[in-house]
């Protein structure tokens, strides 16, 4: 019989058995289904975290004044001024860094002419927008010659903008007070949404660091009161860059050999990485999950087809009886096992997708299907199915057709 | 069909064992038979007899335990897989008495299914299968599957498909057993016709009354042929609409 006449007996021979064709197709819809919505899932939820991170800049390191170590009790970060603007200088000029920035912060409240916000100030130099990787989507950054002047300009996050002027106007140009001193808008930052901390990163306004220091609060002195910023020279390896930064600084602050750091450098991108890994387990254990789901479809599609087949000896026995040989038997039993397969398959792979698609809006996770997934999964469960479905089909081929015949 | 001086079925010494050592069942103990181009045999005999596991060697759906069997002159034993199923598509024709069609399968597509086997071109497909219908009193019941079908249009469907492929034997196992006299008497009349026609039938049965349409009745008992006999048949009533 040829292969195409043997197609339309499979075709024909699915139609007769709805029910089991259909759970069969149900089967490897679930299979691969499952597969591919837990993958996506986990890869989306780590790409995501990933994501979080890119935003605050990976690269960037953190350096902040020390807790003092007077009589055992120890303050917090930051709590004794201990880096110096000098030391801003010192580090700029250092091999293993692309950019430092002063990041000096306040809490104040800010006025337009017909509302007032309370956000986060802070007060920094050109730097910072290139360590932060943040681009401004009207007006310009704020320049050095603002910072040099001490020029009471501000840029502004959209969350501010929606709050003093309303969502999506262009307030470049408007005069806008934090505390009494007013501030000309010279630009409005890219939006950048939630941080990895929860925070809103667009609730925040940047003025130069000279003009915080003398208009909005103090700090104008030899110590810098905040963190310094630093873009490490090489992005991919921050390590060179932060033992650097401490060597220098234990120079500057004459610290001797086994005194302790007066200073702290925080690495953002082993951070990153941390929760990156934490991520990456619960990708691994969603994908032990969907390994789980595969196997169990995988037993359920056997099942069925061992079932299904096996209740269809008597009509193997019957086509044989009528001319069938056991070549002709077996595919037809092949092509029946393919097209559920790929019937099942095509659907799984809709169905995974939607499901993938469905979490990816709850949870605002990106949308990621990777193909190899998608092929393992349409791969074990159609293989599963074409195997279990063929296997019966040749045992039964080959008894005599009598046997088939009568077989219960 | 065959030459004269060659018969249909020739056997010696046929033995049919089912399993092994002491629970062994031997369902046939040395059977010697030759049935002639054009008889219509009847095999009888009390269940357990052996003479259905006779039918099914006879028909290629059973292999002998031991024993010479040639059909047409071809030693049966020497066939490959393939080559018995060409037997059984081009050369035999079954009639069963469960009927045995594909259900939830239209009587036309039941009675294509043993071309599809013999490769027969598409366009005859149809045509030779409605043409096979209308022979056995169904042309107006192409479309209907076994489930619309009366247990006798049901068995004239098989008979129909058994025909299709113009084979030179009918082997038919109680096909009337599941009928009742009147439907029996109608299929019978049917073998009459188509053995009038020059086909070879060897049919099953425990009845008397459907032997008696025979040309030669065959009886046998524990696995051995006990009588054979040859006479006149009964002519079956010709009720059936022609």
């Known amino acids: 019989m040829s292969l195409w006449r043997t197609l339309l007996v499979a075709i024909a021979a699915l139609g007769r058995t709805k029910a089991r064709s259909l759970l069969t197709v149900l089967g490897v819809i679930i299979g691969v289904g499952a597969v591919i919505a837990m993958v996506s899932i986990g890869e989306g939820a780590k790409r995501k975290v990933a994501g979080t991170f890119q935003s605050m800049g990976t690269s960037t390191l953190v350096v902040s004044s020390g807790s003092s170590q007077s009589g055992g009790a120890r303050g917090g970060a930051g709590s004794q001024p201990t880096l110096t603007w000098d030391d801003l200088e010192a580090i700029r000029e250092l091999p293993e860094v692309a950019w430092a920035a002063p990041q000096l912060r306040s809490n104040q409240q800010v006025l337009s002419e017909g509302a007032n916000w309370q956000t986060q100030v802070y007060g920094t130099q050109p730097e910072w927008f290139e360590i932060r990787d943040w681009e401004v989507t009207s007006g310009e950054r704020l320049t050095a010659a603002d910072v040099a002047s001490a020029r009471k300009v501000a840029v502004i996050g959209t969350t501010v903008v929606t709050n003093l002027f309303g969502d999506g106007a262009d307030p470049v140009g408007e005069t806008i007070r934090i505390g009494k001193v007013p501030f000309v808008i010279t630009g409005v930052l890219a939006k950048k949404g939630t941080s990895a901390m929860g925070s809103d990163n667009d609730d925040v306004i940047v003025i130069p660091s000279s003009t915080f220091t003398t208009k909005v609060s103090g700090g104008g002195g030899k110590y810098l009161a905040g963190q310094i910023l630093v873009a490490a020279a090489d992005p991919e390896r921050t390590a060179p860059a932060v033992r650097a930064i401490g060597e220098l600084l234990r120079t500057r602050h004459r610290l001797r050999d086994g005194q302790d750091d007066d200073f702290s450098v925080r690495d953002l991108a082993a951070i990153a990485a941390a929760m990156q890994e934490s991520t990456a387990t619960i990708t691994s254990l969603l994908a032990g999950v969907a390994l789980v789901s595969l196997i169990v479809g995988g037993i359920g599609i056997m099942n069925i087809m061992l079932v299904s087949v096996t209740e269809r000896t008597r009509e193997i026995g019957l086509r044989m009886a009528l001319g069938a040989r056991p070549r002709d038997v077996l595919t037809q039993f092949l092509i029946e096992a393919i097209v559920l397969s790929v019937i099942g398959g095509l659907l799984g792979i809709a169905a995974g997708f939607g499901a993938a698609t469905y979490m990816a809006k709850a949870f605002g996770f990106p949308m990621l299907i990777q193909t190899e997934i998608v092929a393992l999964a349409v791969g074990v469960s159609a293989g599963v199915g074409v195997v279990f479905g063929v296997y019966p089909a040749r045992k039964a081929s080959l008894l005599e057709p009598i046997s088939a015949l009568r077989a219960e | ?242």
């Open chain 2, 1 to 242: 069909m065959t030459t004269p001086t060659i018969p249909v079925i020739e056997t010696h010494g046929l033995w049919r064992t089912y399993g092994e050592g002491d629970t062994a069942v031997h369902a046939l103990r040395g059977v010697d038979l030759t049935i002639e181009a054009g008889e219509l045999v009847a095999i009888m005999g009390p269940s357990g007899s052996g003479k259905s596991t006779l039918l099914n060697v006879l028909g290629c759906l059973d292999r002998p335990t031991a024993g010479a069997y040639r059909l047409l002159g071809h030693d049966v034993a020497r066939l490959s897989a393939n080559e018995l199923a060409r037997i059984r598509n081009h050369t035999l024709g079954f009639v069963f008495q469960s009927y045995q069609l594909l259900p939830r399968t239209t009587a036309l597509d039941n009675v294509i299914l043993p071309m599809l086997y013999a490769g027969t071109p598409r366009r005859e497909l149809a045509p030779r299968a409605t043409a096979a219908l209308r022979r056995v009193g169904l042309g107006d019941r192409l479309d209907h599957t076994p489930a619309k079908l009366s247990g006798g249009q049901q068995q004239r469907v098989a008979i129909a498909r058994a025909l299709v492929n113009e084979p030179a034997v009918i082997l038919a196992d109680e096909p009337t057993g599941n009928l009742d006299s009147t439907t029996t008497a109608e299929i019978l009349a049917l073998f009459q016709e188509l053995h009038a026609e020059g086909i070879t039938i060897i049919l099953v049965t425990h009845e008397a009354d459907v032997a008696a349409h025979a040309t030669r009745v065959l009886v046998v008992k524990d696995g051995a042929i006990a009588s054979d006999v040859r006479q006149t048949p009964r002519r079956a009533r010709q009720e059936r609409a022609a």
